[in-house]
């Protein structure tokens, strides 16, 4: 089968489960004719709208997605249907989608691999906001540039994801990311990973509805198990705890909650 492989807090997640803490997601196509078409539908039932420490709905959302793969360049869309009320109050409706586009570039360096790309944030559903809360009803484009390490990826795969944002935020943040992925049998595959994300100033202000200085945002440990149900049907399960950083931010919290625990389950279809 063709293996998704989620670039953000989820790095080797074979087939696996998407939310908003998963930034990019990628057909892997090294098995595989790079000049063949790779198309991937998801859909993913979670019980919490995390990103980057951001507990945007305590309840449970609906996740759909779509990818097409071709000569190492990769389009993803992404929604997320909150099926509770999120900490803007919006309810049976969609809040938001992001549309990505990722390349990755012919290198490897000292077994070192790149990846390039963009991802645009859409929220249709999250109306003007408030003065206080607008900040996530707007529109807004990123820039991302992402290093992972291969030598070891056997045990572990560590990376690092730069995010630019060049349109609303003007900031910037860095995912740091280390996964160690297994095999149990030609089906089933688990993995146990850490990340953590530390933006800028500009970008803290922004996010976190307050005056922040620069620093750690998020920390997230992760675990995630995929099944081959079909040569072209995967299903997947993660758990996922995240907390943000003990200071300022936590402290001027406009979101749902201090530190999550959640999970989901996703199904993934191949053509």
Same mark, same amino acid.
């Given at each position: ?15 696996? =489960?998407?939310?908003?803490? %998963? /930034?990019? !997601? ?6 595989? %004719?790079? +000049?063949?078409?790779?198309? +991937? ?13 951001? !507990? ?7 996740? &759909?997605?779509?990818? =097409? ?23 049976? /409706? ?15 360096? +000292? ?12 929220? &249709? ?31 572990? =795969?560590? *990376? ?9 935020? %003007? ?5 740091? /990311?280390?996964?160690? &992925?297994?095999?149990?049998? /030609? ?14 100033? *500009? ?14 945002? %998020? ?29 300022? =931010? ?14 989901? !389950? ?6």
């Amino acid at each position: 089968m063709k293996k998704a492989i989620i670039f953000g807090m989820a790095a080797v997640l074979t087939a696996g =489960i998407t939310n908003a803490q %998963d /930034d990019v !997601v990628m057909i892997e196509q090294g098995g595989s %004719d790079a +000049s063949e078409v790779q198309v +991937s539908v998801e859909t993913a039932l979670v019980s919490s709208h995390v990103w980057r420490g951001q !507990v945007r709905n305590n309840d449970f959302v609906f996740q &759909p997605q779509v990818t =097409i793969a071709q000569y190492g360049v990769s389009l993803n869309l992404w929604a997320n249907y909150d099926l509770g009320e999120n900490y803007l109050g919006v309810q049976g /409706d969609m809040s938001e989608y992001n549309f990505s586009l990722a390349y990755t570039l012919p290198l490897d360096y +000292s077994e070192v691999t790149f990846d390039i790309g963009l991802i645009n944030y859409q929220y &249709p559903a999250n109306g003007a906001g408030t003065a206080q809360f607008g900040r996530n009803s707007r529109s807004t484009t990123e820039l991302f540039a992402r290093a992972t390490v291969q030598s070891w990826s056997q045990y572990v =795969i560590p *990376s690092v994801t730069f995010f630019g944002d060049i349109a609303e935020v %003007d900031g910037v943040y860095i995912l740091f /990311d280390i996964v160690a &992925p297994y095999q149990v049998s /030609d089906y089933l595959w688990v993995e146990g990973g850490v990340s953590a994300g530390w933006g800028n100033t *500009s970008y803290n202000d922004y996010y976190w509805a307050g005056i922040h200085d620069a620093g750690w945002n %998020d920390y997230n440990f992760y675990g995630n198990a995929s099944y081959e149900l079909t040569e072209n049907v995967t299903v997947a399960l993660n758990l996922t705890y995240t907390l943000v950083e003990g200071g300022s =931010i936590s402290t001027i919290n406009p979101y749902e909650a201090d530190e999550k625990f959640y999970g989901g !389950v996703n199904i993934a279809y191949d053509f």
